[in-house]
């Protein structure tokens, strides 16, 4: 990994890079619906499977990154399969890695999940439109997908022995999967382990350990190389591997693994790009977020900046406003697109992405500063702020600033319901709420910073944005 130092120098920390990627990789699993540990869980199947082919100790390491990071991709495609199937994203996907590829399970499929709470009209057409162009929709998707995720990964300085996993986890050994339609050994090696596991793993959590040995010996040939389901079929009766699968010390099994007991120093620049990366895969997932990270970065520093803020603070604080809507991988895009008014339940939904947020931080000593911004960027300094209701004192200025950085985003951006505001109009709107919810000194920072910059007027309204 490039990033990754082989000698300690200044600004260099010891770094379980295990540890970062296996909490990380909780975001993932949110964002495909998928229960909490998808990922470690398929990391330490595809290792067992790994080891019993004998893979060396280069393609073992490569291995464990590309099970960790498989889902890198993942958020890229939410927007698209609402939009087409008039679903609920993370229903949708759960639900989708239970089908093998035949004709009558894909057809019972798209038949119960098109449009479950549309009109019988708008279904109908949603139904009609995938039926006649299913195959370039579902080519369209996963490529979407594997090439963001192999992109990010190379971001995050691993090389193609891992991207390209990432990049082929669809395709099939016998040629049907996508988006390339390539087969057997064409296929790495690293990608038909990555996506057995994911299987084993769906129908392991769903129906125990029988359905996954009975999946995986049904799709044997088709999609799986029959040497591997083979091999695996050799875990059957082994009650220790189901154990610690079901295990809750399954992540410390994870890192006792060869790859993750290797402590690498990492420079502070690795962890800024793993915030990077990750801020992608976040503003990914919407039309209405991209760039959205990014941008509250941008006012952060400025905030930062102006208040005077050193520059080591204010690189933590710039990772922190990269991390701070992790959370939202969590949320369905039916909520985060709406073009009208939240109801109740949908909004409870949102308030919840600060707390999940929150919990993919919690195992990752190096981003242990950056947990209450990220579970506090909405409250509000008179109380009525979520998820927590914190007030005064009990919000502390880095929060205050991501805070204020967040809230001028959302407003000079466009929302599924409205347009974006002016500039002036939104720092209006800023001033009437300065005191009771939104920290005066970061405010005033924010105008000085604005006007500092070239024009004098702050930014233009973006293009395109979030719900703060």
Not at 11 to 40: F, K, N, W
Not at 41 to 49: A, F, N
Not at 83 to 93: C, G, I, N, P, R
Not at 222 to 240: C, G, I, Q, R, S
Request: proline share 5%; with cysteine.
């Amino acid at each position: 990994m490039g990033q990754l130092a082989i000698e300690p120098e200044d600004g260099q920390r010891e770094l379980r890079v295990a540890e970062l990627l296996s909490s990380m990789s909780r975001a993932l699993d949110l964002t495909e619906g998928q229960p909490q540990g998808h990922c470690i869980r398929c990391c330490w199947i595809g290792m067992q499977v790994g080891r019993k082919i004998a893979l060396n100790d280069r393609q073992l390491s490569d291995l464990y990154y590309t099970l960790l990071l498989k889902d890198l991709g993942c958020s890229s495609n939410a927007a698209r399969i609402c939009q087409l199937y008039l679903a609920d994203d993370l229903t949708f996907k759960h639900d989708f890695k239970h089908v093998n590829g035949s004709l009558p399970q894909v057809l019972h499929f798209v038949l119960t999940h098109t449009g479950p709470e549309a009109g019988l009209a708008e279904r109908f057409r949603a139904v009609v439109n995938i039926l006649q162009n299913g195959g370039e929709i579902a080519r369209e998707q996963i490529e979407t997908r594997c090439q963001t995720g192999a992109g990010i990964a190379r971001k995050l300085g691993f090389p193609e022995s891992v991207a390209t996993p990432i990049r082929q986890l669809d395709e099939h050994w016998d040629g049907s999967g996508l988006p390339e339609r390539i087969g057997g050994d064409d296929i790495s090696i690293l990608s038909q382990l990555a996506l057995m596991a994911q299987v084993i793993d769906v129908f392991h959590s769903s129906a125990g350990p029988q359905a996954a040995i009975d999946e995986v010996k049904q799709r044997s040939g088709t999609w799986f190389a029959p040497y591997l389901t083979h091999v695996f079929a050799m875990f059957a009766n082994d009650d220790a591997f189901w154990e610690t699968l079901r295990s809750e010390r399954l992540s410390d099994a994870i890192y006792d693994l060869e790859p993750a007991r290797m402590i690498k120093l990492a420079d502070e620049d690795y962890l800024d790009d793993i915030a990077s990366a990750f801020a992608q895969v976040i503003d990914a997932k919407s039309p209405f977020t991209s760039g959205h990270s990014q941008r509250v970065t941008l006012f952060t520093d400025l905030i930062g900046s102006r208040i005077g803020l050193d520059e080591r603070h204010r690189r933590t604080l710039r990772r922190a406003a990269l991390l701070h809507d992790i959370g939202k991988l969590g949320v369905s895009n039916r909520i985060l697109d709406k073009r009208s008014w939240l109801d109740a339940d949908e909004w409870e939904a949102v308030k919840m992405h600060p707390v999940h947020g929150e919990a993919i931080l919690s195992g990752i000593s190096a981003f242990a500063d950056l947990k209450p911004v990220v579970a506090g960027h909405h409250e509000r300094l008179d109380g009525t702020g979520y998820p927590y209701g914190l007030q005064g004192d009990e919000i502390d200025l880095d929060t205050r600033i991501v805070t204020t950085a967040d809230i001028f985003d959302a407003l000079t951006a466009d929302r599924p319901y409205r347009a974006a505001m002016p500039v002036d109009e939104a720092l209006a709107i800023m001033d009437e709420k300065a005191g009771p919810a939104i920290d005066p000194q970061c405010l005033v920072a924010l105008k000085a910073a604005l006007d500092d910059r070239p024009g004098g007027a702050g930014p233009e309204p973006a293009a395109a944005g979030p719900s703060g």
